[in-house]
């Protein structure tokens, strides 16, 4: 089934952007999905494929179909050592980790309150508190539109890393997720190894206090989108060489470093941005979070060209004291679909 609504994207996106889109249609089955697909390519209309819209940076009007999937299904399996879960790509992900805590399945506590949907989740490998999402899956079913074959890969296939995967190269344009395999283990095993986290004990914590825990973290750092609009982390933390990191640390003892391997070491992208002093700046109505500085926000109006003119700023602010750029997390959708987000801020 596909049901075609308003135009207006800001209520389909945490960022609460004011954009149009020609036309907005959800669709709740994959046949629904590929016929729509090949509806608006007989009309050459561009298509946006949308979940939550927790991800997205509408930069000006879409110029043609948005189609937000909600194909639903929660599908439980047992082997004699792990839980097989099929979920359909429209379901929310954290709605399915309160489902699944409810029938003591536990793994996903650490990716609480991620905004968005399950079939988004692949997409940038979501992760948080010591998870992500490439530790859980098992396979990710998608269709390619212009045929509608099916297809699934495995996690290996997918080729996960750090916020990136292939569906962001190789099946990313005329390619929908459809559904996600989870496998947990039965033997849970808590992950303790950041922010409060870290004051369990694993002989007796248990998945609802860490479910409580990452609940109580995310809810006193991140603002919330629904009071305020944002998109999470703007930015990427970004991988550089172990020599500029080793530098970075003579001068600034306090910067939060990750090792990566020998030659690469992950820094903070927000200590980054608030050594540049930003925090509070603001473009217009978009502004960098006065608590969290990696969290760009829409204070009420802001168009997609604002957080543009701002996320510049802050790129280039921490470019001339560090010698770092910085790269968008966040997906920019121009009026014909995805456009480059590093190019937009350069
Ligand atoms: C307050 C807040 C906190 C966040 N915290 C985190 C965090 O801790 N960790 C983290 O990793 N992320 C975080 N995010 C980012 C975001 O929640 C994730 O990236 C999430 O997976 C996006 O899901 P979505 O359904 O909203 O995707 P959308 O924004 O709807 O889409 C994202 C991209 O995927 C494409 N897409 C969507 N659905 C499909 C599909 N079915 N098939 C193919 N392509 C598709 C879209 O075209 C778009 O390019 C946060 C965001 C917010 C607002």
Redesign the pocket.
Known sequence: MSACQSTQLKTFN?FGISANADHICTVTSIESLVALWHEAMEKHQPI?????????LFTENFKGTVIL?RILGIDIKESETAWHIHVG?GENWHGLITYLLKQQIYGLENLAL????V???P??N???YGIEFKNVCEYVDFVELKTGNSIRLTADECQFAY?DSI?KYQYKDG???TSVGLRLHKAWEPILTYGALVHFSRENVTPDQIFDAVCEMRQSK?PD?AVMG????FFKNPIISAELAQKIKLEYPTCPQYYQNEESVKVAAGWLIDQCHLKGYSIGDAAVHTQQALVLINKGNASGQDVIALAAHVRNEVAKKFNIFLEPEV?FIGSEG?IDAVECIS
């Open positions: 945490t946006l494929l949308l979940g939550g819209g927790s991800n997205v999937n790509a991620i905004p968005g949907n079939g988004s989740a997409i940038q979501i992760g948080a916020r569906f390619y929908a997720i991140l989108p944002n998109a999470g982390s997906r995805e």
